[in-house]
Antibody, heavy 120, light 110 residues
Framework: EVQLVQSRAEVKKPGESLKISCQGS????????IAWVRQMPGKGLEWMGI????????RYTPSFQGQVTISADKSVSTVYLQWSSLKASDTAIYYCARQDGYGTYYFDFWGQGTLVTVSS | QSALTQPASVSGSPGQSITISCTGTSSDVGAHNYVSWYQQHPGNAPKLMIFEVSNRPSGVPDRFSGSKSGNTASLTISGLQAEDEADYYCTSYTTSTLWVFGGGTELTVL
């Protein structure tokens, strides 16, 4: 059974750093792209970026380029989303999602979401 | 990249059919058949309902169907059921900026 399990909710202060995770299981992890999606409180979904764990090739949407870092450790089947200096506007639920194989452009499995709260 | 345009809300009675539109441009929806639809119930992660414009993943009822004409994609739900009440998002791969979502549509089953 394919599963994406995300790290627990976080409460941070502005200016702090944070790294959240998404661990895949039940499939050949290195060979499937994993994306991150943001959902701000009461708002819609936004694509952030995507990574290919096999070689860590990463692409970001323009709005998030330079704002976050996406990385992967295929040895532990885990993808990460990282901030170096959080802002209150980073408060959101963050989802990871698996792209369904080479040549596809949709996401068939999603993590349960990680709530990040940034408040002083 | 601007978000795709969806109606903010739609509603229908049980058993009826509804259609949610998703309008983009020739750089995204109109460029190829990489449009997909996701259902999101409150407090839950999104769930894939339609991929590549009109294909249903295994386990999705055939009451859900998708189509596309030009720069506008559509999701139709026939035989509405109470459990269909949720938010629905379209998304399209784009030629320039990876993927773009629609703003989401809140479906109310009356």
């Amino acid at each position: 059974e394919v599963q994406l399990v995300q790290s627990r909710a976080e409460v941070k202060k502005p200016g702090e750093s944070l790294k959240i995770s998404c661990q895949g299981s039940g499939y050949s992890f290195p060979y499937y792209w994993i994306a991150w999606v943001r959902q701000m409180p009461g708002k819609g979904l936004e694509w952030m970026g995507i990574i290919y764990p096999r070689d860590s090739t990463t692409r970001y949407t323009p709005s998030f380029q330079g704002q976050v870092t996406i990385s992967a450790d295929k040895s532990v089947s885990t993808v990460y989303l990282q901030w170096s200096s959080l802002k209150a506007s980073d408060t959101a639920i963050y989802y990871c999602a698996r792209q369904d194989g080479y040549g596809t452009y949709y996401f068939d499995f999603w993590g349960q979401g990680t709530l990040v709260t940034v408040s002083s | 990249q601007s978000a795709l345009t969806q109606p903010a809300s739609v509603s229908g009675s049980p058993g009826q059919s509804i259609t949610i539109s998703c309008t983009g441009t020739s750089s995204d929806v109109g460029a190829h058949n990489y449009v997909s639809w996701y259902q999101q119930h409150p407090g839950n992660a999104p769930k894939l309902m339609i991929f590549e414009v009109s294909n249903r993943p295994s386990g999705v009822p055939d009451r859900f169907s998708g189509s596309k004409s030009g720069n506008t994609a559509s999701l139709t739900i026939s035989g509405l059921q109470a459990e269909d009440e949720a938010d629905y998002y379209c998304t399209s791969y784009t030629t320039s900026t990876l993927w773009v979502f629609g703003g989401g549509t809140e479906l109310t089953v009356l």
